[in-house]
């Protein structure tokens, strides 16, 4: 018998001792041994469930207790997730979360920790939910040298860029209705302005490409200033907007990393990913193109992912499943160096003060907004882009990057 204790009796923890009681037999038949719940850790009570006969409010009954194997953090927040994960690693529990927070920030010394007692500290739902994105990095497409991670990371800013596509909804609308939904949290700020998808990024960066990315240090950018009317210029141009997480290798030891709103055209893989879907999409130097999608948060998806990981942990109980994550930190390239293409909305110039500044550009006019136009420069460097687009500062709207 294989003892586990689950940290957190929210969402996701009720969710995995759900998955566990509801697919016991299989679960059992694919660790090879039985999985047991023996505490479950949370400051309230549960009348009436039955997870009161297993509750424990104090972590010092399961830091003590030998006998567990395994530990489940799905607390959130960096403490006292991170203090109770060391301590579990370091009297020789395998570690299991689903708290990107905790990855992100303190990952490479909680997986050290792991190495040097051969036991495990895994994470797979830390990104994307139930999409198996972690694994496939770590072990599936080892073979491959990748080059970009770009993905839809964030549902409920997904969701809200959807409504407001297809509805013409104002952001604040919404983000109300996302909230009443319970896609969105009270205070949504770690969604709407990327905080959450930035961690994702640098957690799938650091897979791929074996070294630390401090989210930190990525350029973020959220989807608070996107209107309507930035919608409509997308339908104009056979496009939509998405809150995109990327990051990729340009040279031999040169890359970037960030998270904005991106104008995508059709032929994106990701363009049709609608709702509170996610999708990662992944390049490498052998396999070329592959997407990951499925449901990027939720109850039962994200114990999912959870469950996968106590199952894998089972199977390696005192054996450390290598990561390709070092601490050797991974330095990103000056965002002004960075290529691409850049849409522009402007008020109050002309095409020919456009032209000045931008000699290759392509012309957008609706319609319904007589009063401005907007335009979409050719490729180049954000600090050309900078340079150029001074001349104009005084009639800029808004700037939407556009991924090809």
């Known amino acids: 018998m294989i003892n586990i204790a689950v940290l957190g009796y929210g969402t996701v923890g009720s969710g995995v001792v759900e998955v566990i009681n509801t697919n016991h037999k299989s679960i059992n038949k694919r660790a090879g041994d039985e999985i047991n719940i023996k505490y479950v850790l949370d400051l309230r009570d549960f009348p009436g469930d039955p997870v009161q006969d297993i509750l424990v409010h104090d972590y010092e009954v399961i830091a003590n207790d030998p006998e567990v194997d395994i530990v489940v953090e799905v607390m959130g927040g960096i403490e006292p997730a991170y203090t109770f994960v060391k301590r579990a690693l370091e009297s020789g529990k395998s570690v299991c979360t689903s708290n990107k927070a905790l990855v992100a920030k303190h990952g490479p010394e909680l997986m050290e920790i792991a190495r040097e007692r051969d036991i495990n500290f895994l994470f797979e739902a830390s990104c994307g939910g139930g999409i198996p994105i972690i694994r496939a990095l770590n072990s599936s497409l080892t073979a491959d040298e990748i080059d970009e991670i770009t993905g839809i990371l964030n549902g409920t800013t997904n969701y809200m860029l959807y409504k407001m596509s297809t509805e013409g909804c104002e952001f604040d609308t919404v983000l109300k209705e996302a909230q009443a939904k319970g896609y969105a949290e009270a205070d949504p700020t770690a969604d709407v302005e990327g905080y959450d998808a930035c961690r994702k990024i640098a957690i799938l960066s650091s897979l791929a490409y074996g070294r630390f990315l401090n989210y930190e240090n990525i350029y973020t950018e959220g989807i608070t200033r996107i209107t309507p009317e930035d919608m409509a210029y997308a339908r104009e141009l056979g496009m939509t907007i998405k809150l995109l ?160």
């Open 245 to 404: 997480a990327t990051s990729r290798k340009v040279g031999e030891d040169s890359f970037y990393a960030m998270v904005a709103p991106f104008l995508l055209s059709q032929n994106s893989p990701l363009f049709s990913v609608n709702d509170v879907f996610n999708a990662v999409f992944v390049h490498g130097n052998v396999l070329g193109d592959a997407m990951f999608y499925g449901s990027g948060a939720g109850k039962l998806p994200t114990a999912s992912a959870v469950v996968a990981d106590v199952v894998d942990e089972a199977k390696h109980l005192h054996r450390n499943i290598m990561m390709n994550w070092s601490s050797y930190p991974l330095n990103l390239m000056d965002m002004s160096e960075v290529e691409g293409r850049f849409f522009v909305r402007v008020k109050g110039t002309t095409v020919d003060c456009v032209k000045e500044a931008f000699p290759e550009v392509e012309i957008v006019n609706l319609k319904e907004l007589p009063d401005e136009f907007a335009f979409i420069t050719s490729t180049m460097r954000q600090g050309e882009y900078e340079e150029r687009i001074r001349a104009l500062a005084d009639h800029i709207v808004t700037m939407i990057r556009v991924k090809d």
